[in-house]
Nanobody
Framework: QVTLVESGGGLAQPGGSLNLSCRASGFTFSSHAMSWARQAPGKGLEWVAGVWSYSDGSGTYYADSVKGRFTISRDNSKNKVYLQMNSLKPEDTALYYC????????????????????WGRGAQVTVSS
């Protein structure tokens, strides 16, 4: 069965950094776009970043709120996707989820929840002084 396990969350001060990891199994990892989404207290799920990969390249996409600060990447040989989070702000505080897209071998990243059929349990990120 499909499993997605996030790790690397924790507490950081404003301006600090954290690196999230997601280990995937139970499907052909390289065929699916992957994303990170987050849910802050009292708010809905917000898409953060996504990445697709194929034999001739890859593409990354970001929400405006994290552009220039977060970097998504993937290692298909390890079935892992990462989110490097720099210049953290208090408003980045949320539960961060790793998601698997429904479609395969598409050079696109869904930005709504309907585009994903599996999510991990989440990793808590807290940014506070």
């Amino acid at each position: 069965q499909v499993t997605l396990v996030e790790s690397g969350g924790g507490l950081a001060q404003p301006g600090g950094s954290l690196n999230l990891s997601c280990r995937a199994s139970g499907f052909t990892f390289s065929s699916h776009a992957m994303s990170w989404a987050r849910q802050a207290p009292g708010k809905g799920l917000e898409w953060v970043a996504g990445v697709w990969s194929y034999s001739d390249g890859s593409g990354t996409y970001y929400a405006d709120s994290v552009k220039g600060r977060f970097t998504i990447s993937r290692d298909n040989s390890k079935n892992k996707v990462y989110l490097q989070m720099n210049s953290l702000k208090p408003e980045d505080t949320a539960l961060y989820y790793c998601g698997k897209s429904r479609t395969i071998q598409a050079r696109a990243v869904p930005t709504t929840s309907e585009g994903y059929n599996y999510w991990g349990r989440g990793a808590q990120v807290t940014v506070s002084s």
